[in-house]
C-alpha cells in the first residue's frame, strides 16, 4: 500500500482504493448533471422538443437501466471493473453527434433536431444501463457493511460538489440569450467528463468473487427464479414495493419544475440553473452526516424524516403553481435547498436499505432485478407527466387557468408519494430507532448542540484573547 493510500484508508476509515472511487464520481457527476440533467432539458428545448419528447428524453436513461438484467453473466465473468470501464467509456462518445447537432438550430426542421438529439441519448442510456449492472455488486464487494453508509454519504459530497460547479457553469456559459455554440460547449465538457471518470474508474482493483467465473450461465428461466427469490425474501419484498412507488412520484418533478419557472414564471435559464445549484449545495453539506445517520439509526427513521421534507416541497411548488404564492428569489431557493438535503438523505438511506435487505444469494441477478424495477418505475414518471403536460397545456388558458397543468401534475406527485409513505411502514429494519426520536433529535436536540457549540467555542475565544492580553500587559 503507497503512503497516500495507507494515509487515506486511515483517516477515513475505508479501503485506500475508494478514492479512486470518489474521483470517478466527481467526474461522473459533471457529465451526467449536463447529460441527463437541466442542461439537457434546455438544450432540448432549444431544439424544439415538446413536453412528451422532454418527458422521453428524461425517462430513457432509467428505461434502459432495465438492459443490466441481461448481462449479469457477462458482469459475474469478465468482472465488475472491466465492464464499468468499457461501458463508461464507449458512453462518453456517444454524445460527441450532439454538439455539431446544437450548431445546426435553425438549419434544419425542428423534428429532425429533436431525433437527431434522441438517437445519441438513447445509445448513450443504453451503454449506460447495461453497464450499471456492475455497481452496486462492485461496491458491496469493496465495503465492510458497517462503513457503507459513511462511503455513501463521502460520495454524494464528491458527486454534489462537481454538480453545483458544472451547473454553475453551465448557467454561466448559457446567459441571458439562446446561442446555439452556448450548447456545443457544455456538451464537450460532458464528453471530456465522462472519458475522465472512466480513467479513474480504470485504477480500481478487481474485486469479482471466483466462483462467478465457475457459475454456469443464467438463461432467462434462471433470471426468473432469481426473480421470485429476491421477491419471495419479505424484507427486500417490502422494501421494493416502498422504493418502486416513491420513485414514481417524484422521478420527474426536478425536470419539469425547470420548464415550470423557465416558462410559467418567466424565470430565465441562468436564474433556474443557478437556483437549481442549490440543490447539490444541500446534498454537499449534509451527506457524510446522513451516512453515519444511517449507520447508526437505521434507514427507515431517515426516509421517513427526509421523505417528509420533500413532498412538503413539492406542496409549495402546487401552491406557487396555482399562483396562491407568488415565489421569490429566497422562499425557492430554499425549496431547493431542502429538496438537495432531503434528497440526500433518501438516496444514501435506500441504497443502503436495499443492500441490507437484498437476499445473500446470487446478488447481481438480485441488484439486477430491482435495479430494472427501479428502472421502469423511474422511467415511466416523466413519460407520464409529459404526456399529461402535453394535454393539460393545451387546454390552457381556455378551460384550464394558467399553471393548473403543473399544479395537478405535482399533485399526483404529492398523492403517490403520501401512498408510499404508508408501504414504507410495513418495511422491517434491525436496531431501528422510532422515526419520531429521530425528528426530536432533528427539530431540538441538534440545534441546541450547535448552538452550545458556538457559545463554548466563543467563551474559548474569549478566555485565550483574555490571556494574550494578560501576557501582553
Known sequence: MSRSASRFATKHGLPPETRWLLAFQACNAVNFTIALGAPMVLTARFLGATEWQIGLLTGLAPFMAGLQLFMTNAVDRMGYRRIMVLGWATRAFMLLPIIPLTLMAGRLPEHLLVLGMIVPMLLFTTIRGMAAGAWLPWLRALL??????????????????????????????????????????????????????????????????????????????DLARAARYAFGHAPFRRAARFIVLYTLAVSAVPAFLVLFLNEDMGWTRREVLVMQALSPIGILFTAVGFGRLSDRAGSRPVLRVVDAGQLGCIAYWILCALRMIVPGYADMAASWLVWGVCTAGHAISQTRLVLASSPKRDVTATMAILQVTLALSAGTSPLLVGKALDVMRSMEPDRLPTGASFAIAFGAALAMGLVAQVLLGSVKEKRAVPAQALLVQALYAWPVRVVSGFAIGAGQVKRRLGKNGRRGR
Open 144 to 221: 465492510p457493511e458497517d462503513q457503507r453508509g459513511y462511503f455513501l454519504g463521502v460520495e454524494q459530497r464528491a458527486i454534489n460538489i462537481a454538480a453545483f460547479a458544472a451547473m454553475i457553469a453551465s448557467g454561466l456559459i448559457l446567459g441571458a440569450e439562446q446561442r446555439a455554440w452556448q450548447y456545443a460547449v457544455l456538451f464537450g465538457i460532458a464528453w471530456a467528463a465522462g472519458v475522465a471518470s472512466a480513467w479513474f474508474l480504470s485504477k480500481m482493483p478487481e474485486c469479482r468473487p471466483e466462483e462467478a467465473a465457475r457459475q454456469p450461465r443464467r438463461r432467462l428461466a
